[in-house]
């Protein structure tokens, strides 16, 4: 996932069941883009992806319903929230005439591509970056937040301010993840702790077996809103292989070849950014994690 921030603080498949979530059960979560029953629509050709939705007269979305601040189901509500089920939510309004036009699926990490070829789903928005495999497979529009690379270390501990900083430190990444590569690459003498989960290095960051987590934002920016003045998060932007900033770009994943839809997800990204609707969508969501002055990204995709 890399969030542009002006101040540069804040981006074996298994293919499991489809677990759609229907709105009676999961009410809709987002105050901003649900408000006003319904709206003008423009209608699109019957034999575009938008409309046969608008012919359907509901968005099918995969999304996440365990990510919080993008998509997480409220233990207290029952409700969808998070800044994915609001531009979820958005699109169904803008092709709709109602952000209550929607069906949600569950996607996981796992089975997101499947579920866009085998048209479980019309889009995916679930903190779903591309790389060269999915690209493969499907095609992204956006993206509509970057989230670079940071470090996560207890609120009291001043002792990490820069990428420099981690040398010598003992740093928690995820099996497998960018940071795994990018830390030793940026930090040479930094000691490399690495576990199977984000919730683990959480953990033993908490416990103080170690100074800090890094992986992207976004991601430390849930477990801080889950974990309210325990941490904080240090800029520590890293550099990939090729010597530019890594960092996830969150897009919007449809199937591949359909030009259409892309070019209609673009210019709604487009609108929104101009008209102050994702930053009404970022205030509400990871403004309250981490303040300050957000800009939307530029269309990549």
Known sequence: ?????????????????????????????????????????KAYPADTAMGKIQERGKLIVGVKVDFPLFGLKNPVTGKL??????????????????ASN????????????????????????ATYPPNPAREKAVDFA??????????????????????????GKNICVTKGSGSETFVPLNAPKAKLTVFSSITECMEALQQRRLEGVTTTQSILLGLMSQNPGKFKLVSTELLNTKGVKASDNDSIGLPKGDKALH???????????????????????????????????PILY
């Open 1 to 41: 996932m890399t969030f542009m921030k002006r101040s540069h603080i804040l981006a074996s498949v298994a293919v499991a069941a489809a677990c759609t979530l229907g709105m009676s059960e999961y009410a809709v979560g987002a105050e901003h883009s649900a408000e006003g029953a319904s709206m003008a629509v």
């Open 81 to 98: 929230e998070g800044m994915d089920i609001q531009l979820a939510q958005g699109i169904a309004k803008d092709l709709t005439g109602s």
């Open 102 to 125: 929607i069906e949600y699926v569950e996607v996981n990490s796992g089975n997101r591509e499947v579920f866009l070829q085998e048209h479980k789903v019309d889009i995916v928005i």
């Open 142 to 167: 956006g993206p509509y937040l970057m989230s670079p690379i940071g470090t996560m270390v207890n609120k009291d501990d001043d002792s990490i301010k820069h990428v420099s900083d981690l040398n």
């Open 263 to 297: 070019d209609y997800l673009d210019s709604y990204l487009k609108k929104i950014f101009a008209n102050g609707e994702w930053k009404k969508m970022y205030d509400s969501t990871l403004d309250t994690v981490m303040p300050g002055d957000a800009t939307p990204p």
